[in-house]
Nanobody, 119 residues
Framework: QVQLVESGGGLVQAGESLILSCAASGSIGSLDTMDWYRQAPGKQRELVAM???????NYADSVKGRFTISRDNAKNMVFLQMNSLKPEDTAVYYC?????????????WGQGTQVTVSS
């Protein structure tokens, strides 16, 4: 019923930029907090950035000053602008959304998009 689809991943060199997009569709109810996570091979999934319904943001220390999360509530989309990319940013990036359908709020995941940063 709910689908999150990421796009924008790819292969870039260190110092370059990418923009990731995530579109929510289906029986989404009310989109609350939306997030970006990433998972590198052999590593645990980690929270990269989050944005509330009202636009408040929070970032992992490793990406502060380089990444910017934003959302378009009218389009049910969330974005991640990634600048000054480093090899350690290489991971599969996942979109996550909290969707409220009273009285229950559930988290949903996208399929992931690969970001590879070469040195």
């Amino acid at each position: 019923q709910v689908q999150l689809v990421e796009s924008g991943g790819g292969l870039v060199q260190a110092g370059e930029s990418l923009i990731l997009s995530c579109a929510a569709s289906g029986s989404i109810g009310s989109l609350d907090t939306m997030d970006w996570y990433r998972q590198a091979p052999g590593k645990q999934r980690e929270l990269v950035a989050m944005i509330t319904r009202g636009g408040a943001t929070n970032y992992a220390d490793s990406v502060k000053g380089r990444f910017t999360i934003s959302r378009d509530n009218a389009k049910n989309m969330v974005f991640l602008q990634m600048n000054s990319l480093k090899p350690e940013d290489t991971a599969v990036y996942y979109c996550h959304a909290d969707i409220r359908r009273a009285p229950v709020t559930r988290g949903y995941w996208g399929q992931g998009t690969q970001v590879t940063v070469s040195s």
